[in-house]
């Protein structure tokens, strides 16, 4: 093979291996509409200017989760609506950071796939799943978890249900009845 031929293999070569490098990447992270919160800055910011909490208990392996935060965490009337309501709290149920809270130093359990912390656990009553999201009160009550991947309209139905206290007036069919999401079906 003459020289300026093996030159010429090795560039299409080396533009061949950077095009298929390139689409292992996966997506660009997209920004988030949510102004997301540590576990930690969330109890604090409650202290100065009591809402309710929304916890979105993520892991990094999980599909939809970040299905979830592309699709109905980043609708705009979604990430406005938690943005004005609620403090928004991003936690990875496998983080190793330990977190107190309420008197209690809760740490990363090694164990299974990865592991889990020890809150994630202790927010969802030992019901973990992913995605799974905790609604709590500002006294820092829980109020219900919502497990799994949830829709737009779904989830601002949910959201306007706690938000705007309607759980302390009526059950949740009873809401669903007399409430049409804008955001549609």
């Not at 309710?52 to 970040?66: H, P, Q």
Request: hydrophobic share 40%.
């Amino acid at each position: 093979m003459k020289l300026n031929t093996k030159i010429q293999f090795v560039v299409l070569a080396i533009l061949i291996a950077s095009i298929g490098l390139s689409s292992f990447t996966g997506p660009e992270k997209v920004e988030s509409k949510v102004n997301w919160l540590t576990f930690e800055e969330a109890v604090e910011a409650n202290k100065n200017s009591p809402k309710k909490i929304f916890i979105d208990i993520y892991t990094d392996w999980c599909g939809w989760c970040k299905k979830m935060d592309a699709q109905t965490f980043n609708h705009p009337d979604i990430a406005a609506y938690m943005n004005e309501n609620f403090h928004n709290v991003k936690f990875n149920a496998e983080q190793s950071e330990e977190i107190l809270f309420n008197g209690h130093t809760f740490k990363f359990i090694p164990g299974g796939r990865k592991g889990v912390h020890e809150l994630a656990v202790a927010l969802t009553n030992n019901n973990l799943s992913y995605p799974m999201g905790v609604f709590m009160d500002e006294q820092l009550r829980i109020l219900s978890p919502l497990p799994g991947y949830q829709k737009a309209p779904f989830f601002d139905a949910v959201l306007r249900y706690f938000g705007e206290e309607n759980y302390k007036s009526m059950k949740w069919d009873e809401f669903m009845k007399g409430y049409d999401s804008p955001l549609g079906d």
